[in-house]
């Protein structure tokens, strides 16, 4: 507990006091408090839920995690893309704590809230494309995919989803078939969900193929192995997130709009890791020029509150009958109040060029490991979503062979030293960087020296 979560107009700066930003490690790690929490957890939480560090956080503020032992840990991690504009943004903080006190919960499909409309203005304004829009609030990001498909099925009157190669979209039954890898998503949890069809991708650095070809390509997948006449929609992630950070080649996703368009198969953007200023945009969307019927938010939308949503055409969106979409908690009020200080502290504090400072201070940083570690065989990325890919020594050129072992063992390195960082990649070879918003270029340059250590420990 910080007083900053006592009632305020004002921010209160007593987060940010409370945790210094900078590393620092003071125990073994885990330390002797988190033992002690793993072992109370072991006997009460299945191991279905498992922890990528189990070390316990106390409590965080900005882009610094500070764990029940007092070890503080620069996070890169931002709880998978999440709080994105920092830990306990104080407007964040304020707005929520204000709600509170007022209204937390009536459920907008019974007696409706400001608050709720208000966040569907601002991701009609946000969003890509100038058309006139409309949201429907949910709580997760697998939640959004569902609803996403079912406003595709009802508007288009069809039965057929299409995703791509790499994809991730959740842990729902319906998202776990949408999913390219099956484990540990959907190990065991059969029957999945039916008519989900998974057309090839764009990996530019494994396929080499324009964006005009590998639009060809998953084109033709569509029309021969679905049919344009069945299918309701396709989705696609702009940035494939856990999938690896796969940049699109360029053309790539206008010419499947374009497609869809012609064909009258709703095309959704998921846009739930890419989105919200994490690129340098607010939705990754734009850096390709794609315009999509739906695009779905979460993750970063409320400042670590659980909000998500669907948002898109109007005349797609009012397809769904009266009654049709809903959820008891979807849209809370208190966290729609922090979505509202998100969407104005990005406008107020600049933050979109933060992703840019920031995804370029990576980047360089990143590219003179890679002139000296051969491992590295590919960096992409746009703005604070960041990754290199490692291949097996002395095959960067010819085979990429995938090199699974050294991700954990440098994210491993890297906690031990106080930097978090994430594994991504269908074949787990992938190292990504998801920093808030708030991470400082001292602190970028902090976790590439112990980057940079962790990269020698290796050999
Ligand atoms: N679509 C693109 O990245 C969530 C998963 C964390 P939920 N990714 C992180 C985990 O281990 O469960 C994600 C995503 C994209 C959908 C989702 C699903 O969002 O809020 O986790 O349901």
């Known amino acids: 507990m910080t007083d900053s979560l006592a009632p305020s107009s004002s921010p209160s700066p007593a987060a940010a006091r409370n945790v210094p930003q900078e590393r620092r490690i003071v125990t073994a790690i885990p330390g002797p408090r988190s033992e002690e929490l793993h072992a109370r957890r072991l006997a009460v939480v299945p191991v279905g839920v498992s922890s990528v560090l189990p070390v316990y956080i106390e409590r965080a503020h900005g882009a610094i995690l500070v764990d029940v032992d007092g070890n503080q840990f620069v996070d890169f991690g931002a709880g998978i893309g999440v709080t994105t504009i920092g830990h306990t943004d104080e407007n964040v903080v304020a707005a929520a704590t204000a709600q509170l006190q007022d209204v937390v919960h009536t459920l907008f499909t019974i007696t409706p809230y400001e608050e709720y ?11 890509p494309g100038t058309w006139a829009k409309k949201s429907v609030l949910v709580n997760s990001g697998a939640e959004a995919v569902e609803n996403g498909v079912k406003i595709a099925r009802k508007h288009t009157g069809r039965r057929a989803i299409a995703v791509l190669d790499h994809a991730y979209h959740g842990r729902t039954n319906l998202t776990m078939a949408m999913n390219y890898k099956a ?7 059969g029957p ?3 008519d989900v069809y998974r057309a090839p991708s764009s990996y530019p650095y494994r396929d080499g193929l324009s964006g005009a070809d590998a639009a060809a390509r998953t084109i033709a997948y569509l029309e021969k192995v679905v049919g344009a006449a069945d299918l309701a929609c396709l989705v696609v992630e702009p940035i494939q997130g856990e999938g690896g ?11 499947l709009q374009a497609w869809c368009t012609e064909n009258g198969v709703v095309m959704i953007a998921d846009e739930i890791q890419s989105g919200m200023a ?15 019927d739906l695009v779905l938010s979460a993750k970063g939308i409320a400042g670590g509150l659980p909000l998500a949503a669907v948002t898109g055409r109007a005349e797609i969106m009012d397809s769904a009958q009266p009654g049709g979409l809903g959820g008891t908690f979807g849209g809370n009020p208190v966290a729609c109040a922090a979505s509202i200080a998100v969407f104005e502290t990005i406008e107020r504090d600049g933050l979109l060029a933060e992703a840019d400072r920031i995804g370029a ?9 890679a002139a000296r570690f051969d491992i590295i065989g590919d960096i992409r990325g746009h703005g604070a979503m960041i990754a290199i890919e490692l291949v097996e020594s002395g095959t960067a050129a010819t085979s990429k062979l995938p090199h699974p072992d050294a991700v954990p063992r440098l994210t491993a390195f890297a906690a031990q030293h106080g930097v978090l960082f994430l594994s991504a990649g269908t074949f787990g070879n992938v190292l990504r960087f998801l920093p808030s918003l708030a991470m400082t270029d001292e602190l970028i340059d902090d976790a590439l020296v112990v980057l940079d250590d962790a990269f020698s420990s290796l050999a």
């Open 361 to 369: 201070r990576l980047r360089s940083g990143l590219e003179r490991l």
């Open 192 to 194: 999945l969900a039916g």
């Open 117 to 127: 409309v208000r966040v569907a203005e601002l991701l009609a304004e946000h969003t």
């Open 245 to 255: 950070f796969m940049v699109p080649a360029g053309g790539y996703l206008p010419a």
């Open 278 to 292: 994490r690129t340098g945009r607010y939705f990754a969307s734009e850096h390709f020029g794609w315009e999509p």
């Open 183 to 189: 484990a540990p998503y959907a190990t065991g949890f």
